[in-house]
């Protein structure tokens, strides 16, 4: 069944426009100094701080810097970004405003994943609304010399794109493929200047913190990963959708929250997460346990562990953009590793060489998506041996 | 196409690409419009983009080849794109697929012959909580069933064309293609 219900979160309970409007009495360094004191870390999956991101481009000297909110919410069992740009699309743009005010930039890009476009027309009237409320553009509301202006940018059916580098070179008009780093965005962003990469819940926090104030974030969570999360739970759980909880909740405890108890075993993080198995089910989510950018799969007792490694070797293959070669060939590899798993045709030494070289791409890859594609493929492959190997007949998948 | 469409056609481009600034970043936009209004990128429109923006044409197919919702090749009116990832999987998407197949009479990557449907798969949609999910261009069907592929089929039959769906969404400026 799905179940979210946007009205007991947060966001539902700060005003739009209220988080803003005391940003601008602040200076910018006051803004920057309370997102330090949030210790608001990055929602997009990585948790950089983002108060560090935005004093490295703050620092930098130059008349053009870009606010870019990452939208491309492409990342398997993911779809919290797309319920915050539908209900609460305003606090968002608030909070990328506020980014622009803390770093000093008049531009920002809100980079729209293209299998979101049902909802470009929909946030373009929302810019065009906050033009007319003097919430956009020239002075806005009423601040001298603050000009800040959003524009909407199609994505194109990448998931690539969604990793900031990729998704800069393809806002140039580019392959999205991944760049070197360094340098980095917030030196050398988009068109050569100073950008901070953002994603939408990221910016969304950032008023409600403003509103609410650095303490009451930081008392919610765990010391190294404060504040609230929203979490898209889907999956062989009683209760789907987009449910908001503190950091450092255990696997437990939230399985309890979306009747998912009796689950075999949780994907968190998406595809290039973690399979978390039951008798781990106490650890907590959060940076330093089990991380994820809010993407849950419970799987339940009756699937097929293989049928689920498998599933995600082929969105990697697919969707690897080819540049590196422990990338390009090595999820091709793993993939044809769970084929003979699944035809029980796997020796162990076999299977230990396919876990090398995951450890090989781990280090080796560009960028990511090389370097965490093979975490669904280890976890399962330690943590469920005693089901993976030497099978004698092709169970079927998903019975 | 006649000569004086061609000039349109670049024209209608050139000005497309000014409006997005005259850089290189309004290529990927621009090849959206074009994908769009007219099913693919054509060489044509390759060489004319690659002319306005000063760079080589090759350039214009490595971007056009890279991304999965732009190409080369020519596609249906009403491509549709069906989940396959994780939690789609899980909630009967081969079903779906298998429904598709026959009631298109095509496999996925395949056009059917009077050139109105595409299949093809597509990776997370967004709506894994409310899966088996599909794409039919930019309209998103949730909690599909074999059943109800039929009637998704049958309401595009039923509209005008892809134009119908979708020009009101996008300021398209370019014309539309000859019959
Ligand atoms: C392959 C890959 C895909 C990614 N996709 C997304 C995405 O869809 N959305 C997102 O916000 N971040 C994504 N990221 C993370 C971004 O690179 C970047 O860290 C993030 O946008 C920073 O924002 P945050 O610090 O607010 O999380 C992805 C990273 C990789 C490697
Ligand atoms: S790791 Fe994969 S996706 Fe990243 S740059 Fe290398 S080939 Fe591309
Ligand atoms: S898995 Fe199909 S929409 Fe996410």
């Not at chain 1, 939408?200 to 999360?229: M, Y």
Request: charged fraction near 25%.
């Amino acid at each position: 069944m799905r179940t979210t219900d946007t009205s007991k979160m947060t966001f539902s309970k700060v005003a739009p426009g209220e988080g803003l409007k005391k940003a601008l009495t602040m200076s910018p360094e006051e803004i920057i100094g309370l997102i330090t004191e949030s210790r608001l870390k990055g929602r997009g999956g990585a948790g950089f701080p983002t108060d560090l991101k935005w004093t490295l481009a703050a620092a930098v000297n130059d008349d053009l810097k870009y606010v870019v909110c990452n939208a491309d919410e492409g990342e398997p069992g993911t779809f919290k970004d797309r319920v915050i740009l539908t209900e609460f699309a305003d606090l968002m743009f608030d909070g990328m405003t506020i980014g622009a005010r803390a770093i000093g930039a008049c531009k920002g890009i809100v980079y729209l994943r293209g299998e979101y476009t049902y909802l470009r027309s929909f946030l373009k009237n929302k810019l065009a609304e906050r033009r007319k409320d003097g919430l956009l553009g020239k002075n806005v509301l009423g601040h001298e010399g603050f000009d800040f202006d959003i524009e909407i940018r199609m994505g194109a059916g990448a998931y690539i794109c969604g990793e900031e580098t990729a998704l800069i070179e393809s806002l140039e008009g580019q392959r999205g493929e991944p760049r070197n780093r360094p340098p980095f965005p917030v030196n050398t962003g988009f068109m050569g200047h100073p950008t901070i990469v953002n994603n939408v819940e990221t910016f969304t926090w950032v008023p409600c913190i403003v509103t609410k104030g650095a303490k009451w974030f930081n008392d919610i969570g765990t010391e190294r990963s404060t504040g609230l999360k929203l979490f898209s739970v889907s999956g062989d759980c009683g209760r789907h959708g987009v449910f908001e909880f503190p950091m450092g909740i255990t696997i437990q405890e939230l399985l309890e929250k979306v009747d998912g108890t009796g689950a075999k075993a949780v994907q968190a993080g998406g595809a290039s997460g973690r399979c978390v198995p039951a008798c781990d089910f106490g650890r907590t989510i959060a940076f330093e346990d089990v991380p994820t950018g809010g993407s849950i799969i419970v799987i339940g007792p009756d699937r097929d562990m293989l049928q689920v490694a498998g599933n995600f070797m082929e969105f990697f293959l697919d969707e690897s953009c080819g540049q590196c070669t422990p990338c390009r060939e090595g999820n091709a590899k793993l993939l044809e590793g769970i084929e003979l798993l699944k035809a029980g045709r796997c020796s162990m030494k076999y299977l230990r060489e396919l876990c090398k070289l995951g450890e090989t791409m781990q280090l080796a890859s560009k960028c990511g998506l090389g370097q965490s594609s093979p975490n669904a493929f280890l976890s399962i492959v330690t943590k469920f041996k005693d089901e993976i190997m030497g099978r004698t007949e092709n169970v079927t998948s998903n019975a | 196409m006649l000569v004086s469409e061609r000039e349109q056609l670049r024209a209608n481009i050139e000005q497309r690409i000014k409006d997005y600034g005259n850089n290189r970043s309004a290529l990927i936009p621009v090849l959206q419009e074009v994908q769009l209004k007219y099913g693919h990128v054509s060489e044509y429109v390759m060489q004319v983009v690659a002319d306005i923006l000063h760079i080589h044409p090759v350039e214009v197919y490595g971007v056009v080849s890279f991304y999965s919702f732009i190409g080369h090749k020519q596609k249906g009116r009403f491509v549709i794109r069906l989940c396959r990832t994780l939690s789609c999987d899980m909630q009967g998407k081969d079903r779906l697929a298998r429904q598709l197949e026959n009631d298109l009479g095509i496999r996925f990557g395949e056009t059917t012959p009077d050139g109105n449907f595409t299949l093809e798969w597509a990776n997370c949609l967004g709506m894994c909580d409310q899966g088996p999910a599909l794409l039919v261009n930019e309209r998103i069907y949730t909690q599909v069933t074999p059943e109800t592929v039929h009637d998704i089929l049958e309401e595009c039959r039923t509209l005008f064309g892809v134009y119908a769906l979708q020009e009101k969404e996008t300021q398209c400026a370019l014309p539309t293609p000859a019959k």
